[in-house]
């Protein structure tokens, strides 16, 4: 009793387990001659405690199995011992073992055999993936994201995966079960090194009651669970080299779009427009009036301190602009895990155990913002005690830290996301501040969020086929996003003899101040802050029990308690108007039971369940009218203060869920599932309250929205293919509504200006997934898989409410919007080539050409459409494509084992074929945009300029700009010219950011991965 009260206080602190991590074995144990069912045999897990014993039909089941491969035996009196090797049990799954157990008179007879892993899974009914860890190690990815997004159905967004058409919000991560959604937004962050993980299970329909809170996808990793007597471990180092990640010169580069007309001698003394540029050059870069006009408005401005010579004024230019950005420094990953019995006092703890892993990673940014990288480390601990042979106890810890930029400048943080993704943070510079962007470092406020987690899990076996699990769980999420140290004012920096200057562009500035070429150097920078915290307790607890052969029952109570504390402004100190807040301090919860039944028969099985979520704001919130005057400037400071409230209502939701595999033979199947899926709206839809400085309300939200709803089918097929493939095709349909938007309203004199949350957003998605796939194979293994989707949206009723009838007149003109985009579907392939392990010559216990291994990742997708209708043509939408997306990546390993030590050092080459792909961020504005689609030459337009242009394509870096010449006469030697333009694509204006047009070239990393 004093093991299991010392376990009981070292390992529950507020912490919850979402969902099963845990398989089970079943099977029927026979006699090999007779046929007959053998009552009393005893089947056990080698290893563990984990065994049952064969009822009067000959029928097992053992219970909470986690995932892994196992050796299990069964024994009885008169019998030979009887062994299966290589028993594969998965997440949530039943992996069948039937025993044919031979009469015997000689004890200690045994049999051995390996068991058969069957391909096609038959108790799954929805699109499921089983990822082990072997497989994981061999393919050129980093993070458990880069695996997920290898799935149909999956593809990679800004703030997460996002599952056959879903944003990030809607798809729930957990490790081990516990949730690591940030409930502030719903979105994951998905914290879990390679060097732990055992399994990940990617589901993108079909989730069973007991999921809550989620509507398109379920990520479960399962980590290590550490040997009772023995240590193992893995340090994996992956380094890529500094390197450009964009194709062409250096942005900072003095011939680069932002430096050009400032440095080129041709023009840099007397202006762009001095006849050395031909209008095609003038064009492409910013207008400027020469240092020698610069010089002579300092000379003549009245003010004697200020006065430059022409070559003064450039050394200052070069003095403003003195930031050097090119990447110096290596984008790198280190991942280590290791674990075993726990020092000294394990044995004395129910076997205690330990897996201890920590991830820490690099990645640096295209060009640098306040940062110059995106980092991240988090770090974790397992921690597993047996309290008796039918209780476990699992402790989970979990710190995290992201630190980067915020994408916002003048607006306030909702959802408290930073920068990450490289094109997302090149397309930064397409606007009229880009050379503030790129020179000042304060443009974006630099921003850390810190993450901790706590969880416990106890389960209990009451018998071999019933047992209960509580669970309890804690997140933190603190952000800080901030204001950089001040600018040092003092004027001791001396660029231009006897012209002394501070440090500017360096340092945070809140007042007006430009550049000697009117660049942003203060005022307009660093606004956005945020010092929110919000955390969540969540109680858990669930009872299974295999009720008979045919049916297993599982239900389960889940609480969730939220404590949002959000504090996001902008802040300047020279502008009003820059300055808003959105700040409030809540508690809501919620409460969701739920019952399901897994029903298996030998042609049919089935999950069927219901669940009951009730969602309570827990707030009381304002009455206010539409254009009530407390919306208005100089009122709304008072609301807290004047404004009558209520109590905001509660949500009931009812959601059934079904799912139902029908094996047609031992090598395929049919299934259906069909469900209600429900979440939380985001918690700034929900209680945002957004104000200016002087008090006008720009955003409110409403505590009482309705949950986000999908209603979810599927239908499925799955054949196995000559006992080596694996074919899957899925057909699903997802009808989204109550998903939230905001509402504007406006009175009569516009002194009542703000946006209202309301459920008023809809969407239909439809579409179907083909999965080829081997994993088995002693030289090749793979898969392949094709994603087609298309997806309706629209809003219900208005999106804007005018006071003014002229103006409500004018907008109810306008029919309803409804976007209908045309599909863009995708591809994906992996091929394995692997050399067995004892393959070739052997040298002194190592064979050079065993264990290599070449691992080929290639991607495809097809283009998007846009608009492009420069006549104004009424109707014309979606008229232009952009080119088709291409990449392939590699590892190439060898592993050598040298005693326990296994030793893989790899090759990572990203875009191996160097594919160049145009970016927006090339385009240095709209007009330049323009420019561009007006020179291509699509399949509608007519004469010279007909064509099969698609947006993405480029003239060569060696070949000169030279458009097509006019035709109307269809000259034969202007038309033969004009061949010659088409061919070498000289004709197209390309984009004047050249650094940007094209990102993300080649890169090679090189790594080292060790296991013991």
Request: aromatic share 14%; proline share 6%.
């Amino acid at each position: 009793m004093k093991r299991v009260f010392f376990l009981t206080i070292l390992f529950v602190f507020p912490a919850v387990v979402f969902a099963g991590v845990t398989g089970k074995i079943t099977g029927i144990v026979t006699d090999t001659e007779t046929g007959n069912a053998l009552p009393g045999a005893n089947v056990i897990i080698e290893g563990t405690t984990m065994g049952a014993a064969t009822n009067l039909e000959g029928y097992y089941v053992i219970l909470n199995v986690p995932p892994g491969t196992y050796r299990l035996k069964t024994s009885m009196m008169g019998y030979a011992t009887y062994t299966v090797t290589d028993v594969r049990v998965y997440i949530d799954l039943t992996t069948t073992v039937d025993f044919k157990m031979k009469p015997t008179v000689l004890p200690g007879e045994e049999v051995v055999v390996v068991a058969e892993r069957p391909i096609v899974q038959k108790d799954v009914s929805s699109s499921r993936m089983n990822i082990g860890s072997e497989t994981i190690k061999n393919m050129p990815v980093q993070i458990v994201e880069e695996v997920l997004t290898l799935q149909a159905g999956i593809e990679r967004g800004r703030e997460g995966i996002i599952v056959r058409g879903g944003s990030a919000n809607q798809t729930v991560f957990m490790v081990d079960g516990l949730l690591l959604n940030d409930e502030r937004s719903n979105i994951p962050y998905p914290a879990v090194g390679m060097s732990s993980v055992q399994e990940i299970q990617i589901q993108t329909g079909g989730f069973n009651a007991e999921y809550g809170n989620v509507r398109s996808g379920v990520v479960n990793v399962v980590t290590k669970e550490s040997s009772r007597n023995r240590y193992s471990g893995i340090v994996t180092v992956r380094y890529s080299p500094p390197a450009p990640k964009h194709f062409g010169p250096s942005v900072y580069d003095l011939y680069s779009f932002f430096n050009r007309p400032y440095m080129d001698p041709d023009v840099c003394w007397s202006g762009t427009d001095n006849g050395a540029w031909d209008g095609y050059t003038q064009r492409q870069y910013p207008h400027f009036e020469g240092w020698n006009a610069v010089s002579e408005h300092t000379l003549q401005d009245g003010d004697p301190t200020n006065d430059l010579t022409p070559e003064g004024a450039k050394h200052l230019y070069e003095w403003q602009h003195r930031r050097q950005g090119d990447i110096k420094k290596p984008d790198y990953n280190i991942d280590v895990g290791f674990g075993g019995p726990f020092p000294y006092i394990g044995k004395k703890l129910g076997a205690l155990r330990f897996y201890l892993s920590h991830f820490r990673g690099q990645d640096m940014f295209v060009f640098p913002l306040s940062k110059d990288a995106y980092t991240e480390n988090h770090t974790q601990l397992r921690l597993t005690a047996d309290l008796t042979s039918s209780m476990k106890l699992t402790f989970t810890g979990l710190y995290g830290e992201i630190h980067s930029v915020s994408p916002y400048d003048w607006q306030v943080t909702p959802t408290g996301r930073v920068l990450r993704i490289q094109e997302e943070i090149a397309d930064l510079l397409n606007s009229r501040n880009g050379n503030s962007i790129l020179y000042m470092p304060g443009y974006y406020s630099p921003s850390s969020i810190y993450r901790a987690m706590f969880g416990t899990n106890l389960t209990h076996m009451l018998d071999p086929k019933t047992f209960y699990e509580i669970s309890l769980q804690h997140n933190i999420n603190r952000y800080n996003t901030y204001k950089m140290a001040d600018r040092d004012t003092t004027k001791k920096y001396e660029p231009v003899p006897g012209y002394f200057v501070d440090e500017a562009p360096y340092g945070y500035w809140g007042y007006g101040e430009t550049g000697i070429d009117g660049m942003i150097m203060g005022g307009w920078m660093n606004l956005g802050r945020d010092k929110s915290i919000n955390s969540t307790t969540s109680f858990r607890s669930d009872l299974t029990s295999q009720i008979n052969v045919r049916n297993q029952v599982k239900t389960g109570i889940q609480i969730v308690y939220n404590d949002y504390n959000i504090n996001s402004s902008t802040e300047s100190p020279s502008m009003g108007t820059w300055t808003r807040n959105m700040v409030y301090s809540l508690f809501p919860f919620r409460i969701g039971a739920y019952i399901q039944d897994k029903l298996e028969y030998e042609g049919f099985i089935a999950n069927v369940g219901i669940r009951l979520d009730h969602s309570n704001p827990n707030t009381r919130w304002y009455q206010l009218e539409d254009y009530d005057k407390y919306f208005r400037a100089g009122y709304g400071n008072l609301i807290e203060i004047e404004v009558p409230t209520e109590k905001a209502k509660p949500t009931l939701s009812l959601s059934p869920r079904l799912g139902v595999s029908h094996p047609i033979t031992e090598n395929s199947k049919l299934y259906f599932n069909y469900g209600h899926f429900r979440s939380e709206p985001a918690s700034s839809y929900r209680f945002r309250l957004q104000r200016e400085s002087n008090g006008l309300v720009t955003y409110i939200g409403d505590p009482a929205l309705k949950p986000e709803k999908t209603v979810a089918y599927e239908l499925g097929f799955t054949q196995n293919l000559f006992d080596m493939l694996l074919l899957n095709i899925a057909a699903y349909y997802k009808d989204v509504t109550e998903q939230p938007g905001w509402i504007f309203y406006q009175n009569i004199n516009n002194s009542v200006q703000y946006y209202k949350s309301a459920n008023n957003n809809y969407e239909d998605i439809r579409g179907f997934e083909v999965t080829m796939s081997k994993h088995i194979g002693r030289w090749l293994t793979g898969f392949v898989n094709y994603t087609y989707d298309v997806g309706t949206s629209g809003y219900f009723g208005l999106t804007r409410y005018f006071e003014d009838p002229n103006k409500q007149r004018d907008y109810l003109k306008l029919h309803p919007y409804q976007e209908k985009p045309h599909p863009q579907p995708y591809a994906r392939a992996n091929i394995d080539f692997h050399t067995p392990g004892n393959f070739g010559p052997k040298w002194k216990d190592i064979y050079p050409v065993g264990s290599w291994n070449l691992s080929i990742l290639a991607d495809w997708r097809a283009g998007r459409y846009e608009t492009y209708n420069p006549n104004d043509i009424p109707g014309i939408v979606d008229d232009v494509q952009w080119k088709d997306w291409y990449n392939v990546d590699l590892r190439s390993s060898k592993t050598i084992q040298i005693g326990k030590y296994a030793f893989q050092f790899f090759l990572d080459i990203a875009n191996v074929l160097n594919i160049k792909y145009m970016s927006y961020a090339g385009f240095s504005d709209r007009y330049d945009y323009l420019d561009y689609m007006h020179s291509l030459n699509f399949p509608w337009e007519e004469g010279e300029e007909h064509g099969n242009d698609r947006i993405g394509d480029y003239r060569p870096d060696d070949v000169p700009y030279d458009p097509l010449e006019p035709n109307p006469q269809n000259d034969p030697e202007i038309k033969a010219r004009n061949d010659i333009r088409k061919k070498n694509k000289s004709y197209i204006d390309m984009p004047n950011i050249k650094s940007l047009t094209f990102l993300n070239p080649q890169d090679i990393a090189f790594g080292i991965r060790i296991n013991f």
